[in-house]
């Protein structure tokens, strides 16, 4: 069982970072592949970034490909989503979320909202123009 806790939302001006974190509960943490999703007003949940177990391997949406880095840090339980040079577009809630790639058949890090088992409550970004 993985629990999960967004913090580091709120109210950037374009052009701005902010970076976002995600403190996790559970012993299996360090084996779990973690994700960031967003979903803005109106519109579906999307795949932003994920991350493999040792932190080696990740996956960006072309969306944020070179301005957002995720990374994690498995002795503090956490996944950072930095953000570099927002758009207003960014503006979303942003949820993390986790998955065994135990479960997983798929290649590589999934970027499928139904394969992510543990999600969190969320953390608003807004970016303004």
């Known amino acids: 069982q993985v629990q999960l806790v967004e913090s580091g939302g709120g109210l950037v001006q374009a052009g701005g970072s902010l970076r976002l974190s995600c403190a996790a509960s559970g012993r299996t943490f360090s084996t779990y592949t973690l994700g960031w999703f967003r979903q803005a007003p109106g519109k579906d949940r999307d795949f932003v970034a994920a991350?493999?177990?040792?932190?080696?391997?990740?996956y960006y949406a072309d969306s944020v490909q070179g301005r957002f880095t995720i990374s994690r840090d498995n002795a503090k339980n956490t996944v950072y989503l930095h953000m570099n040079s927002l758009k207003p577009e960014d503006t979303a809630v942003y949820y993390c979320?986790?998955?065994?790639?135990?479960?997983?058949?798929?290649?590589?890090?999934?970027?499928?909202?139904?394969?992510?088992?543990?999600w969190g409550q969320g953390t608003q970004v807004t970016v303004s123009s």
């Open positions: 991350i493999g177990w040792s932190g080696a391997n990740t």
């Open positions: 979320a986790a998955y065994d790639p135990n479960n997983y058949a798929g290649r590589g890090l999934a970027d499928i909202e139904y394969v992510y088992d543990y």
